[in-house]
């Protein structure tokens, strides 16, 4: 198992039309080392740009930076694992299959994701809510609340070896078969998510996880 940290501290957001959409991304010390601090921007004519801390923004670009919401920084993150993955050809079977994220058991993440208007993978994004497992072999990822982690084994029985990229929280997530848990860092003050990823697990799903994902991930730090 692998694991990493991705921190957002500033975002601009625009519709683009005839303009860019940038980003101001910061990190942390860790990943400044590796990934010096960028702007990166949406070019309506080229598409979606995909950087290894591509900061996927939503918020209005004329509105005064704020904290984001922990809801907000979740979604931001089960996006950019949706950026930083490569689903086998037979999981897109036409050119207008739309790329599905699953929410279960969380609301709001849910409906920060459903407010998206980015596209994942030069495709259409829809999200859809989960209420358990039926359905969930329909979806590319899906977010799994800590608050239903009593799911969590019947959705990886159901789900089998399913081309579908797992997210989600607790202690035992990875080791049931996930492959991508966020925790938190108890040594922070302010509220951030670092990530930790079962890559035997992605594989096992023909996944291929990017290595910039990889090499960011960490292991789960208790306090």
């Not at 198992?1 to 860790?30: F, H, L, Q, W």
Request: with cysteine; hydrophobic share 40%; glycine share 4%.
């Amino acid at each position: 198992m692998r694991s990493g940290s991705y921190e957002v501290t500033k975002i601009n957001y625009s519709r683009p039309e005839k303009r860019a959409d940038c980003a101001v991304v910061r990190r942390d010390s860790r990943a400044d080392e590796m990934f010096p601090p960028k702007v990166v921007c949406h070019w309506p004519a080229l598409g979606l740009v995909i950087l290894p801390l591509f900061v996927w923004a939503l918020q209005p670009a004329l509105a005064q930076p704020r904290v984001p919401s922990e809801p907000e920084l979740k979604a931001r993150l089960v996006y950019q694992f949706a950026l930083l993955t490569q689903w086998p050809s037979v999981a897109f079977p036409t050119n207008n299959t739309n790329f599905v994220i699953g929410v279960l058991g969380d609301q709001e993440v849910f409906e920060v994701l459903n407010a998206a208007t980015n596209l994942v993978q030069n495709r259409n994004l829809y999200v859809t809510n989960l209420m358990d497992v039926q359905g969930a072999e329909s979806c590319h990822l899906i977010f799994v609340s800590e608050t239903n982690a009593s799911k969590v084994a019947q959705l990886f029985a159901h789900l089998k070896d399913a081309s579908v990229l797992t997210v989600g929280e607790g202690s035992e997530f990875l080791r049931m078969g996930g492959m991508i848990k966020l925790w938190t860092d108890p040594r922070r003050r302010a509220k951030s998510f670092r990530f930790e990823i079962n890559d035997d697990a992605a594989q096992r799903a023909k996944l291929s996880l990017s290595p910039q994902l990889l090499r960011l991930s960490e292991p789960e730090k208790k306090p």
